[in-house]
């Protein structure tokens, strides 16, 4: 079954525009990390932020802030001020305890393609 | 600060023969995965190891797949014998586990399997 779903394949976004990228999860366990990597035409794949299941607020890093929803298990990126640079693809993670290994799994999204245009 | 290291880049290779997949990871991590990045599959999770120990290797897609870990600094992926449909970018990951849940995987530049 699918634990992250990100809806959006592809989106336009112009430059020093906001957009937002969406992410649902599916979990019944109640610790839980959710991240969210970049990953450029060059291929590397980049951590951006991370949300804990039982942070209070908000994650914020630079440009970047998750819009945290528990109950409706989203955890949407926001991208602020968008550059150039933004464009890529932009995947949605989450690290889940398994019976075998209380700490290491991490399964991701399909990703969303962001073109920023000038 | 050395991230982690894949080699090679680039492998092109055809069908039937053995394929060997290398990764060094970032000195200290105790957990190591391999990822396959295909344009239909997406990122697939194939296994991880903690402490050089498998821990779950439930996406090897079947038994032409096998990984090795022999010490804290180098990991294998073999595909024996490879197929077209093997043809993707293999990541591997590394990460720290701190005991606070937060500790992102590191990745690799991957390697870009093509096999004909």
């Known amino acids: 079954a699918q634990k992250i779903t990100q809806t959006q394949p592809g989106m336009f976004v112009q430059e020093k525009e906001a957009v937002t990228l969406d992410c649902t999860y599916d979990?019944?366990?109640?610790?839980?990390?959710l991240f969210w990597y970049k990953q450029p035409s060059s291929g590397e794949m980049i951590f951006l932020i991370y949300?804990?299941?039982?942070?209070?607020q908000n994650a914020t890093e630079g440009r970047y802030s998750l819009n945290f929803q528990k109950a409706r298990k989203s955890a949407n990126l926001v991208i602020s001020a968008s550059q150039l640079g933004d464009s890529a693809m932009y995947f949605c993670a989450m690290r889940e305890v398994t019976p075998t290994d209380s700490w290491g799994k991490l399964q991701f999204g399909a990703g969303t393609q962001v073109v920023v245009t000038p | 600060d050395a991230g982690v290291i894949q080699s090679p880049r680039h492998e092109v290779t055809e069908m039937g023969q053995e394929v060997t997949l290398r990764c060094k990871p970032i000195s200290g991590h105790d957990y190591l995965f391999w990822y396959r990045q295909t344009m239909m599959r997406g990122l697939e999770l194939l296994i991880y190891f903690n402490n050089n120990v498998p821990i779950d290797d439930s996406g090897m897609p079947e038994d032409r797949f096998s990984a090795k870990m022999p010490n804290a600094s180098f990991s294998t992926l073999k595909i024996q014998p490879s197929e077209p449909r093997d043809s993707a970018v293999y990541f591997c990951a590394s990460s720290l586990n701190r005991g606070t849940g937060d500790s992102p995987l590191h990745f690799g530049n991957g390697t870009r399997l093509t096999v004909t």
């Open positions: 949300q804990g299941s039982y942070d209070q």
């Open positions: 979990t019944s366990d109640p610790s839980y990390g």
